[in-house]
């Protein structure tokens, strides 16, 4: 094994990333009640990129209001957000970061008590875990119109100077709600579970051409009548990947959030044996999370094949110095998963 396969750079479409240590999404809730970029935000996020990270991601953002799941959660639903997130890219940039921004709808999970609006969704399913609202089922107008939110939203942050869109595919949130038998029920075209991911995928590259994009999605659900690890495939199968640059692996859902985030007693980078056969089969650059919280864990991933690079949260909370100090061999504070950060 090479000391450290980590230090190499790597292309995600037309972006080079200086080494393979990505600052994974990740809710701070820290921005305005309307979704305006705050200081402190971006100081938090400024300071994964002078610890070596080579790719700075945002929290999930929401596309449109209705999607909102956080209070001061980060939204690129209107142009108002425009400077806000160019300085944010400013000042990430400047540390030699990129920046890419994770575009999302919560669909059924996101709450009235939250965004002021009912929630909707593919179909009437209430998400119990976070308050249970009733969702109103989409028609099919309204599907078409978060669709172009989403291509807006990409253009949003094409024009704010944002590298990369990561499109939220995984977590339980609308685009997974749609790719996911236990919460699609339809009977109409939409029915068909990549065709909203599809578009989508269409408006992003229609609105924000050139800019690089990448897919999130969780590799399995791990809840009843949901999707397992071989049916996911089957879903990735029969999304236009070749429109994508790159892929990002993680897993679980609301309903079942200890894959989402894992335990600490849960061994290091146990979702990369799922990201290793996208990696080995799909011609494009696939990264994996899961309590990738040391450098030998990402050197064994990396070097093994299992993911081109990997996608860090709380190891990045607990130390955002860690990608320098991996890169260095020096001292650095392990995340232990005490999940405070959460
Ligand atoms: C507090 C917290 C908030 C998170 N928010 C997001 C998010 O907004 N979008 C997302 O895709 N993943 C989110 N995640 C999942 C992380 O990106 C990551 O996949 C997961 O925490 C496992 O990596 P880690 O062990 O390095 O934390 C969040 C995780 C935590 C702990």
């Known amino acids: ?44 996020l400024e300071r994964r990129a002078a610890g ?28 108002e957000r ?17 920046v890419g921004v994770e575009l999302n709808h919560g669909g059924r999970t996101a709450q009235s008590s939250v965004s002021g609006f009912v929630p909707v969704a593919p ?32 253009a949003r942050c094409q024009q704010a100077g944002v590298d990369v869109i990561s499109l939220h595919g995984g977590h339980g949130y609308l685009i997974h709600q749609f790719l996911s038998p236990a919460y699609n029920h339809r009977d109409d075209e939409w029915a068909d579970p990549a065709l909203f991911v599809n578009k989508v995928i269409d408006a992003v590259r229609a609105m924000a051409p050139g800019i690089a994009l990448g897919l999130r999605f969780s590799a399995f659900e791990a809840v ?43 061994p290091r980078g146990l979702l990369a044996p799922f990201s290793e056969p996208y990696t080995r089969d799909f011609d494009l650059p696939v990264g994996v999370a899961g309590r990738i919280s040391s450098p030998e864990v990402a050197a064994q991933i990396i070097e093994s094949g299992q ?9 990045l909370h607990a130390d955002p110095d860690f990608p320098n100090r991996a890169l260095d061999g020096g001292r650095y504070r392990p995340c232990i ?6």
């Not at 990270?53 to 209107?78: C, H, I, N, P």
């Not at 993911?307 to 190891?315: E, L, Y």
């Open 337 to 342: 998963a005490c999940n405070y950060c959460i």
């Open 52 to 79: 070596g990270a080579a790719l700075v991601f945002t929290e999930a953002s929401y596309v449109r209001a209705d999607g909102k799941g956080r209070v001061r959660q980060m939204g690129v639903d209107v142009d």
């Open 307 to 315: 993911a081109d690079f990997v996608s860090m949260a709380r190891t």
């Open 123 to 154: 179909s009437p399913i209430p998400c119990a875990v976070v308050g249970g609202g009733m969702p109103e089922q989409l028609d099919g107008d309204d599907i078409e119109h978060i669709i172009e939110c989403f291509g807006e939203a990409a």
């Open 224 to 266: 009843d009548g949901g999707l397992d690890a071989e049916t996911t495939r089957a879903r990735i199968d029969a999304i236009a990947t070749d429109r994508l640059d790159f892929l990002d692996v993680s897993a679980g859902n609301y309903e079942s959030g200890q894959w989402i985030i894992q335990p600490g007693e849960w």
């Open 82 to 98: 425009i400077p806000g997130i160019a300085k944010m890219a400013e000042a990430i940039h400047a540390q030699g970061a990129l």
């Open 1 to 44: 094994m090479t000391a450290r396969p980590f230090a190499a750079p790597l292309d995600l479409g037309n972006v080079r990333l200086r080494n393979r240590f990505v600052s994974a999404p990740m809710e701070r809730n820290y921005c305005e009640v309307d979704g305006t970029m705050t200081d402190e935000y971006i100081a938090y």
